[in-house]
């Protein structure tokens, strides 16, 4: 979203629209460009942060929460949540998006709609579609293969709209395959309207807009920000000329009317700041990803010293930079919170690094290494600055900054007993360090209260859950998207295909930091009793879950889905579920996953459809995408179409047709002898070759030679005169 916030839109009753999508940003003055200090709310953790819960129930409660602000703060629409998939970890807005997997977008996002929209306030999907970066992101347009787009892309706003029916959707900036979002029909009307049955108002991003009719004609709704009048008047011109049917301008206000009707009126119950707080902990605590943990290091027991190093220990960041940034009501640090809860343990602090550019950082950072040095367990909080990761632009390095790395380095020289901490918005580059820090922990952007929650994992009084929403990979280079990030020439092409994030890594066999779903814990669990049951509606996965260490905790149970011999080009496995048991030392739980057949079937762009194919699939559960500890196969029947044969059929194609086979066989032998014959409809390399050629050109080769009646009674078979002859 642009800058321009908020915006109040008079249609008889007023309509306030304001920035989510994890807070409110309502600005007292509604005339002052949206860049002004806003009231006061609650800033939850980005989506960054609860991507990494994997709790669609706990993400329900944030939204609800929000929702219950909204109305206090008299805010109608809450621009949020955003859905789109990272696509590259580079991307500067990717601690506004969930995952780079479009199932667990599609269920977080859904139920933050849910969750705002059960408080009587409008939730704005955004940004529709394929809204993946920063660089150009007002002009470039996303150049994406139907498939890709069914199947990622669009798939989560999918999900989203036909299960949480969001009262608006934002159209994104960017253009889709060379149309502007905004003036998209394929995407507002064909699409978003007809296919996926969307009943509320599409919302421009703001500014996004460069034709009004055009995009009115798209199915476009609401422009915003207003424009003093000058595109009404043209909308006015183009129904008066016949150029806009009025039908399309009745339907557009009808639309824009429900809304009005949609959204609650009169006084809101008083919200409660401390209890919202504490929700903000809750959630940020379950989103904190535990990366590493040799030998047990965390949590801390408490004996010894603490040494806190790091700026970002004393003056957190929060929340990443842009239009969704929240004025928060309060803001816990985690160096306070480790002194008031280890407060019979002498915890010191050092900077470490400079928060300001510009600032010599070896006495800060000589400072540190003394009280590493005398330190029993050492606490190293590093991270991106506030500038790497806002709106606007996208990121050019995966790196920490040069001095925090420099005293990474050296603090892990002088002391074995070293947790450091990652403040990002998106994943970091950890291979500097990996090997000679013992204990990694993800801390993200996490909100007013990410500080308390932090001291909450680390000191053991919540056992971490946290799984990771985006792969941390071994090197940039490694990313599907690399190539092709972020385009240029005002095109970004999604050469990757469907092979983004963790999909593409493991097509190509690529070793990884840490994989899509990891996350450690302060205990273990086992698993066992899989079965994989087809029912009428899908298919069902049940498996035992057992506590096997001894602390309470949370497990994540994933549940990943392929198609070994599949016909189409899959990834490996797909997360198709999840299922959270939260147990106590030695207690055990069934859990149980549904997977509707939806989820099963691929976009088959010859027949333009969703198609379920036939043959075996296999179901497999673990802790991440590479840590699978149960698999079982099921053979499914699926509902795929044969492609009706033509002359422009390959021979391998009327080859695999038992029918199509037999009469070409049998024409083939007649004209070229047993043994030429072997070579086009045999097993030899020449037949080999000779599958890829459409039927209708081999039909016209000399010796062949064949007569169109016989070409066609071998394409399609006897229709009632028999073989000609």
Known sequence: ?????????????????????????????EHNFGIGESLPATCFPPAVALASTFDAALVRRVGAAIGREARALEVDVVLGPGLNLKRSPLGGRNFEYYAEDPWLSGRLAAAMVEGIQSEGVAACAKHFAVNNQETDRLRVSAEVDERTLRELYLRSFEHVVRSARPWTVMCAYNGVNGVPASANGWLLDTVLRQEWGFDGVVVSDWGAVGDRVAALAAGLDLQMPATGGRSDAVVVRAVETGELPVEVLDRSAERVARLVERVASGPAAATDPDAHHRLAREAAGRGIVLLKNDAGLLPLDGSGSVAVIGALAARPRIQGGGSSRVNPTRVDDLLDALRRRLANTRVDFAAGYPEDPGVDPVALAGEALALARRAGTTVLVVGLPEDAEAEGGDRTSLALPAEQLALVEAVAAVTPRLVVVLVSGGVVDVGPFDDRVPAIVAGWLLGQAGG??????????????????????????????????????????????????????????????????????????????????????????????????????????????????????????????????????????????????????????????????????????????????????????????????????????????????????????????????????????????????????????????????DAAWIVFGDTGAGRPR
């Not at 321009?4 to 409110?24: A, S």
């Not at 092979?499 to 990884?512: E, K, S, T």
């Open 1 to 29: 979203m642009g800058s321009f916030r908020p915006v109040r839109v008079f249609m008889g009753n007023g309509l306030m629209l304001t920035d989510g999508p994890h807070g409110i940003r309502r600005q007292p003055d």
């Open 452 to 709: 308390a929650a932090l001291c909450d994992i680390l000191t053991g009084d919540v056992t971490p859950s946290g799984r990771l929403a985006e792969t941390i990979p071994m090197r940039l280079e490694d990313t599907p998207s690399a190539l092709h990030f972020p385009g240029d020439s005002g095109t970004v092409r999604y050469g990757e295909g469907l092979f983004v994030g963790y999909r593409g890594h493991d097509a190509l066999g690529q070793p990884v930091r840490y994989p899509f779903g990891h996350g450690l814990s302060y205990t273990r669990f086992g698993y066992s009793d899989l079965e994989v049951l087809v029912t009428r509606h899908g298919v069902r996965v049940e498996l035992l879950v057992e506590n096997v260490g001894e602390r309470r905790g949370r497990e994540v149970v994933q549940l990943y889905v392929g198609v070994p011999g599949s016909s189409v080009a899959r990834a490996p496995r797909e997360l198709k579920g999840v299922a959270i048991v939260e147990l106590e030392p030695g207690a055990r739980r069934p859990a149980s996953i549904q997977v509707p057949w939806q989820e099963l079937r691929y976009w088959d762009v010859a027949t333009g459809r969703w198609v379920l194919e036939s043959g075996p699939y296999e179901f497999a559960v673990g802790a991440s995408s590479r840590d699978l500890r149960l698999a079982a196969a099921v053979s499914i029947v699926g509902d795929e179409a044969r492609t009706p044969l033509t002359t422009a059929s390959t021979v391998g194609e009327l080859l695999a047709d038992p029918a199509a086979r037999a009469r070409l066989s049998e024409v083939v032998r007649e004209k070229l002898g047993e043994e030429t014959a072997e070579h086009v409809v045999g097993e030899s390399g020449w037949a080999v070759m000779m599958a890829a050629f459409p039927f209708g050109r081999v039909a016209e080769w000399p010796g062949l030679d064949l007569d169109p009646q």
